[in-house]
């Protein structure tokens, strides 16, 4: 499916960001359209709170298999073409989530999504570094901000779609639909289409330093790991804790306490719509370093707030400044596989892979530890546990990227 660099992206150095664009939005939209209704989909099987969420840890394993193994299908087809593959067969398996009349099968339908999942997330920020390091330019802020801003419709869409009673199999089809017309015309596109391969560094005849690459990779991998599930300790408990926080931790009323969510993925998208500005400006390592400080402020004072007593308007700003500190971690933490590949010759999928991997690992370890945590010491440790992930950010953050 990949044509030939030269051919696809010399003289299309304007647009050529939004063919895997396509991809974040299209990652988004399913994912968007599902959450929305995962109540119905529940109902319909009868599953319990706790059948539920064993299928949902289906997902999640499912997840990161499929994150550990996209570099095989990247190195066998290409970035591009791997990307079309996995969003193609994450949009149908998104129709069997939706279809699955009965428990077994939604999870076993959940676990193959979820595998497809990790892969289209590995292999579409891959393909957007390769794109990048042929632009000369920085893209993973705009990649990302789009995958937020697909997400967000998509919910609003699905929300709407409950209320008028849409039924799921249809609405979620209907997203499906779109999604696979999306990786169709992608196929057929020659806009921007890079070939996966080395990166064009490697063509330079500059001689390379083993030893020294070898010594500086051993620093910075354990480090951009680090970093990767620091930032899963700030964003996961920022989008699935905070509303909690705050109705159980100041007493806020159900709108307040909605708001927390919404407001930290706000937070996200307006820093992530900045991004690819202030790296062209200042450079990555001192938006690192601003992200990791913005975190630790906000979230230093809303834990402030839980220990005075403060009104939850405050703890709510707090959450809002959160979001928008952590928005750049992990589009950071991706363009780090254009470092990584022109530096040490690294593959890009090789280190989205691991940065996918290692979050999807904070992700699924948050809540083991954010739950026993504030059932023992209160509904503050949310802040203080997301204050630990911020300043392991802080730390390793700016040196990753570096």
């Given at each position: 499916?990949?044509?030939?660099?030269?051919d696809?992206?010399?003289?299309?150095?304007?647009?050529?960001?939004?063919?895997?664009?396509?991809?974040?939005?299209?990652?988004?939209?399913?994912?968007?359209?599902?959450?929305?209704?995962?109540?119905?989909i529940?109902?319909?099987?009868?599953?319990?709170?706790?059948?539920?969420?064993?299928?949902?840890?289906?997902?999640?394993?499912?997840?990161?298999?499929?994150?550990?193994?996209?570099?095989?299908?990247?190195?066998?087809?290409?970035?591009?073409?791997?990307?079309?593959?996995?969003?193609?067969?994450?949009?149908?398996?998104?129709?069997?989530?939706?279809?699955?009349?009965?428990?077994?099968?939604?999870?076993?339908?959940?676990?193959?999504?979820?595998?497809?999942?990790?892969?289209?997330?590995?292999?579409?920020?891959?393909?957007?570094?390769?794109?990048?390091?042929?632009?000369?330019?920085?893209?993973?802020?705009?990649?990302?901000?789009?995958?937020?801003?697909?997400?967000?419709?998509?919910?609003?869409?699905?929300?709407?779609?409950?209320?008028?009673?849409?039924?799921?199999?249809?609405?979620?089809?209907?997203?499906?639909?779109?999604?696979?017309?999306?990786?169709?015309?992608i196929?057929f596109?020659?806009?921007?289409?890079?070939?996966?391969?080395?990166?064009?560094p490697?063509?330079?005849?500059?001689?390379?330093?083993?030893?020294?690459?070898?010594?500086?990779?051993?620093?910075?991998?354990?480090?951009?790991?680090?970093?990767?599930?620091?930032?899963s300790?700030?964003e996961?408990?920022?989008?699935?804790?905070?509303?909690?926080?705050?109705?159980?931790?100041?007493?806020?009323?159900?709108?307040?306490?909605?708001?927390?969510?919404?407001?930290?993925g706000?937070?996200?998208?307006?820093?992530?719509?900045?991004?690819?500005?202030?790296?062209?400006?200042?450079?990555?390592?001192?938006?690192?370093?601003?992200?990791?400080?913005?975190?630790?402020?906000?979230?230093?004072?809303?834990?402030?707030?839980?220990?005075?007593?403060?009104?939850?308007?405050?703890?709510?700003?707090?959450?809002?400044?959160?979001?928008?500190?952590?928005?750049?971690?992990?589009?950071?933490?991706?363009?780090?596989?254009?470092?990584?590949s022109?530096?040490?010759?690294?593959?890009?999928?090789?280190?989205?892979?691991?940065v996918?991997?290692?979050?999807?690992?904070?992700?699924?370890?948050?809540?083991?530890?954010?739950?026993?945590?504030?059932?023992?010491?209160?509904?503050?440790?949310?802040?203080?546990?997301?204050?630990?992930?911020?300043?392991?950010?802080?730390?390793?953050?700016?040196?990753?990227?570096?």
């Amino acid at each position: 499916m990949g044509v030939d660099v030269a051919d696809g992206v010399r003289g299309r150095t304007s647009s050529d960001w939004l063919v895997p664009a396509s991809a974040f939005a299209v990652n988004g939209a399913l994912y968007g359209s599902l959450l929305t209704r995962y109540p119905e989909i529940a109902d319909r099987v009868s599953a319990s709170e706790t059948q539920f969420g064993v299928v949902l840890f289906a997902a999640a394993i499912g997840g990161l298999l499929g994150s550990l193994v996209a570099p095989l299908l990247a190195r066998a087809v290409g970035e591009r073409s791997a990307t079309l593959l996995a969003g193609a067969g994450y949009a149908l398996l998104a129709v069997g989530v939706a279809w699955a009349p009965q428990l077994i099968l939604l999870g076993g339908a959940l676990l193959l999504l979820g595998v497809l999942d990790g892969a289209h997330d590995v292999v579409m920020n891959a393909f957007a570094v390769r794109v990048q390091q042929h632009r000369a330019t920085t893209l993973m802020g705009r990649m990302h901000a789009t995958w937020s801003l697909s997400l967000a419709g998509a919910g609003v869409l699905g929300t709407i779609a409950a209320g008028l009673r849409v039924p799921v199999a249809l609405h979620v089809g209907i997203a499906a639909a779109v999604a696979l017309v999306v990786q169709v015309a992608i196929a057929f596109s020659r806009r921007g289409v890079v070939a996966g391969g080395p990166p064009a560094p490697a063509s330079t005849g500059k001689p390379a330093r083993p030893a020294r690459s070898r010594g500086r990779l051993r620093y910075v991998l354990p480090v951009l790991g680090l970093a990767a599930v620091a930032a899963s300790y700030v964003e996961s408990p920022g989008q699935e804790w905070t509303g909690l926080l705050l109705s159980r931790g100041f007493a806020a009323t159900p709108q307040v306490a909605a708001a927390a969510p919404v407001l930290f993925g706000a937070g996200l998208l307006a820093s992530r719509l900045l991004l690819d500005v202030a790296v062209a400006r200042i450079g990555q390592a001192r938006v690192a370093t601003i992200s990791g400080a913005t975190m630790m402020a906000a979230v230093g004072a809303g834990l402030l707030c839980t220990l005075a007593g403060a009104p939850a308007w405050w703890a709510l700003a707090a959450v809002a400044v959160a979001g928008f500190g952590a928005g750049p971690a992990f589009p950071l933490l991706f363009g780090a596989a254009d470092h990584l590949s022109v530096r040490h010759g690294i593959a890009p999928a090789r280190t989205a892979s691991m940065v996918s991997a290692l979050s999807r690992v904070g992700a699924i370890s948050a809540p083991i530890v954010v739950g026993p945590l504030t059932d023992a010491f209160g509904m503050g440790m949310v802040f203080a546990i997301m204050a630990v992930g911020a300043a392991l950010v802080l730390g390793a953050l700016p040196r990753a990227v570096r």
